[in-house]
């Protein structure tokens, strides 16, 4: 028996069909290639050029590129997770070519999390399973706050108070137990077991980042 959800379900937005013919990825590809191109322009510019990063950086690039056309021509969600793997794997790419890993390694915290934040629009059904995936969706926003806050602070863009990461403990705890607690507008009859599964950890989660911010630690 099959249960429906009238009163909260959401119909899932359908990505918009591009033209047929092989213009799309004629225009993918040349922006890949494009890309790789700069890119090895500008590590040989630094005079810090690696040629043989250029065998992860051109694939990396065409998947990037292939997965995002797909997404265009209405791919879906398969077409989104494979552009962003190809992105991420690129971006690798490009920052063993310039040697700059060391600088740049916050981009693959923040990377990462924002194509997961970006799947906020690819939404279930059921309420529950709509609730858990929105708290991914938002919990990968907090993640993407933390990797630029980490990208500034190796670029000594400020000087971060002592235990600063702890506020995200905060935000993360509060995004668990809203969705928890959004849970009980809905009729079904798990709504009062499943906020309270989400609120445990996420008041935990706030207690504990608001321990380590007064210098708590044990």
Do not use: K
């Not at 997965?67 to 879906?76: E, I, K, P």
């Not at 063993?96 to 194509?115: E, K, N, S, T, Y």
């Not at 928890?180 to 008041?203: N, Q, S």
């Amino acid at each position: 028996m099959t249960t429906t959800y009238p009163e909260t379900s959401s119909s899932t937005s359908t990505v918009r069909r591009g033209g047929g013919g092989a213009a799309p990825w004629l225009a993918g590809g040349g922006i890949a290639l494009l890309a790789c191109a700069l890119a090895s322009i500008l590590a040989q510019a630094a005079h810090d050029f690696r040629w043989w990063s250029l065998f992860v950086v051109i694939p990396t690039s065409l998947i990037a590129a292939a997965g995002f056309v797909a997404l265009y021509r209405g791919g879906g969600i398969l077409a989104y997770a494979l552009g962003n793997v190809g992105l991420i794997a690129f971006t690798v790419g490009v920052l063993l070519m310039i040697g700059d890993v060391p600088r740049f390694w916050p981009l693959l915290i923040a990377l990462p999390a924002a194509a997961i934040a970006g799947s906020y629009w690819w939404r279930p059904q059921d309420p529950l399973g709509r609730s858990f995936h929105r708290t991914l969706a938002m919990l990968a926003t907090i993640a993407v706050a933390l990797g630029i806050t980490f990208q500034f602070i190796r670029f000594d863009a400020f000087d971060p108070e002592p235990r600063w990461w702890a506020w995200f403990m905060v935000a993360a705890g509060v995004v668990v137990v809203g969705n928890g607690a959004e849970l009980i507008r809905h009729r079904m009859v798990y709504r009062i077991p499943a906020a309270a599964l989400a609120a445990g950890p996420g008041i935990i989660t706030i207690l504990l980042g608001i321990r380590f911010l007064r210098g708590w630690w044990f």
